[in-house]
């Protein structure tokens, strides 16, 4: 028996509507770049929420506590939500050897990249703090993040991915037989599971299990928008209550560790209705195209941003300061721009090159970019 006919034959799967495969790709620009915020370094040792907080302060704290780290929760979904379909045609050994060469491999080459210019930054300036410890679990942590985060920080989130995906056959027989314990249980594992080193954020799998309940349940993409709208109003509650914490200069860091869990788990569900509502209004815009265009270089954006911001930030902080500066705000605003061009510009320079497309860009060969954008997610 393949690894294929294991599941149980589930009702047919509809495919993705033209509009939702649109909002898909809005989302992933619009989530990628909101996120590339958090890994702006400000250069200062101290805890920057713990300021006085001025204008800028509260800006900062909206685009990098609220926005920029919640994004990937819907990302989360989004990956949930397509990964049935994958499953169900492709079965689940084809599914993980796929999604090794989309995942993994980009984890282990851009990390590797990064040791590179560590290295080379370390031979010019004699500074080598950053480099990672040379034992065997040093190097397992700097390339897959088994225990701590990665040389490229962000890049945690494909090593959970990869291991949401391996999860994926046992959460499609939960969540078609007890799709409520199912969830339950998810939520059980946000709240007590960091410690046991399966994920490095627990709360992905919740939000890629919402995602395959949305696609099993067969829900469609007004009752979507309907749940959205509910859950936004908790949002307009979650951002009061973060923006209270930050003015008050409370530091989620010393708060009780299940009600921190609780509010940042609140906090994401809410701010990923939030972004598909949002996806919603780009769509109707004139904005649409652009972002959609946008999309193809998305997970490019998402490798490579924060090895620009660890080398370019050292430029752009003498130039224009630390976090408390007059003139950071330039640096915080600039380098999220400079890393959408420095990805356009990157998967370009690779676009013939099939060894570097499955590197770096997961084997995806980009359209020209005056293609027309709006062609359908294949679902």
Wanted: with cysteine; net charge positive; hydrophobic share 55%.
């Amino acid at each position: 028996m393949t690894a294929r006919t294991q599941l149980p034959e589930a009702k047919r799967i509809a495919p993705v509507p033209a509009t939702m495969s649109d909002r898909i790709k809005i989302a992933r620009t619009l989530c990628i770049f909101f996120m590339t915020f958090v890994h702006v370094q400000p250069g200062i040792a101290e805890n920057v929420y713990d300021r006085d907080a001025g204008f800028f302060d509260i800006l900062y704290f909206i685009l990098t506590r609220l926005a920029g780290l919640s994004s990937v929760s819907l990302l989360s979904v989004v990956s949930g939500y397509f990964i049935v379909s994958s499953l169900l045609k492709s079965g689940t050994g084809k599914l993980v050897f796929s999604k090794l060469k989309t995942l993994v491999v980009p984890l282990i080459a851009w990390n590797a990249l990064m040791l590179v210019l560590l290295a080379v930054y370390g031979l010019l300036s004699g500074k080598w703090q950053d480099m990672p410890e040379f034992s065997a679990l040093g190097l397992a942590n700097a390339f897959l993040a088994v225990t701590e985060w990665p040389l490229v920080v962000p890049l945690w989130f494909l090593r959970d991915l990869f291991v949401c995906c391996l999860f994926s056959p046992l959460l499609y027989l939960g969540l078609r037989r007890f799709p409520v314990a199912t969830i339950l249980l998810l939520v059980a594992f946000t709240l007590f599971g960091e410690g046991l080193y399966i994920l490095q954020r627990p709360q992905l799998l919740l939000f890629f299990g919402l995602g395959m309940w949305l696609r099993l349940a067969g829900t469609s993409e007004p009752k979507i928008d309907r749940i959205a709208r509910v859950l936004s109003i908790g949002l307009v509650v979650m951002v009061a209550i973060f923006l209270t914490v930050r003015i008050e200069r409370i530091l989620l860091s010393e708060m009780d560790e299940t009600l921190r869990l609780t509010l940042d788990t609140l906090l994401r569900v809410t701010m990923a209705a939030g972004f598909w509502g949002l996806t919603e209004l780009i769509r109707r815009s004139s904005m649409a195209d652009f972002f959609m265009r946008l999309e193809p270089y998305a997970f490019f954006l998402f490798c490579s941003h924060a090895i620009l911001f660890n080398f370019g930030g050292i430029i752009f902080r003498r130039v224009f300061g630390n976090y408390g500066s007059d003139l950071f705000p330039i640096t915080f605003f600039a380098l999220p721009v400079l890393a959408v061009i420095a990805a356009v510009v990157g998967v370009q320079m690779i676009n013939r090159s099939a060894p570097m497309l499955f590197l770096f860009n997961a084997g995806h060969r980009v359209p020209p970019l005056l293609r027309p954008a709006r062609e359908r997610v294949s679902a």
